[in-house]
Antibody
Framework: QVTLKESGPVLVKPTETLTLTCSVS??????????VSWIRQAPGKALEWLAN???????YYRESLKSRVAISRDTSRSQVVLTMTTVDPADTATYYC????????????????WGQGILVIVSS | SSGLTQPSSLSVSPGRTASITCSGD??????GSWYQQKPGQAPVLVMY???ERPSGIPDRFSGSSSGTTVTLIIRDVQAEDEADYYC??????????FGTGTRVTV
């Protein structure tokens, strides 16, 4: 059974750094095309992809957030960590991690499994 | 443009067919996927590679693609299908895009 679970602070002050952890289990990372993404959703808004990381340590970032976001993984703990610096109230959102299948040569990328999400509020 | 545009809302009667469109330039060269999201829940993949249905998704759900538009089709709509639906695609550069979302009311 595939499970992903997000953890981290629920309240962060503006200008602080947000660190979120995704704990993954039961995922058959069959090949280098299966990775983990972070996606967020502000209240009442659409989904927004942030970043992903693959088994060979390839990483991709949302262009507009590249200077503030970093993704890393701890293979021994089956965890993927997202760090976001200098947070702002506009970063208030539910943050999801998801299993990501990306095959650029096959023209495809999608999110096969999702965590339950964690609501992070940025407020002083 | 890399944006994906969807109608904001759609109302459909039980037993009828709902068609949700998603348009964007990236869809001319990349596959599209669809997610269903019910209130307070995480999204669920209901379609990938335009027309492929994950296991566990009812065969009432199907997909189609033409040019820069992908469409999610729900036949024999049930009350349980009421949700927000998002299309999504990924560019060859590793950039991912979500649609603006469509609220389906049954």
């Amino acid at each position: 059974q595939v499970t992903l679970k997000e953890s981290g602070p629920v309240l962060v002050k503006p200008t602080e750094t947000l660190t979120l952890t995704c704990s993954v289990s039961g995922v058959p990372f069959r090949n280098a095309r299966m990775g983990v993404s972070w996606i967020r959703q502000a209240p009442g808004k659409a989904l927004e992809w942030l970043a992903n990381i693959f088994p060979d340590d390839t990483k991709y970032y949302r262009e507009s957030l590249k200077s503030r976001v970093a993704i890393s993984r701890d293979t021994s703990r089956s965890q993927v960590v997202l760090t976001m610096t200098t947070v702002d109230p506009a970063d208030t959102a539910t943050y999801y991690c998801a299993v990501d299948y990306f095959d650029p040569s096959g023209a495809v990328g999608y999110f096969e499994y999702w965590g339950q999400g964690i609501l992070v509020i940025v407020s002083s | 443009s890399s944006g994906l545009t969807q109608p904001s809302s759609l109302s459909v009667s039980p037993g009828r067919t709902a068609s949700i469109t998603c348009s964007g330039d990236v869809l001319a060269r990349q596959y599209g996927s669809w997610y269903q999201q019910k209130p307070g829940q995480a999204p669920v993949l209901v379609m990938y590679k335009d027309i492929e249905r994950p296991s566990g998704i009812p065969d009432r759900f199907s997909g189609s693609s033409s040019g820069t538009t992908v469409t999610l089709i729900i036949r024999d709509v049930q009350a349980e299908d009421e949700a927000d639906y998002y299309c999504q695609s990924a560019d060859i550069t590793g950039d991912y895009f979500f649609g603006t979302g469509t609220r389906v009311t049954v």
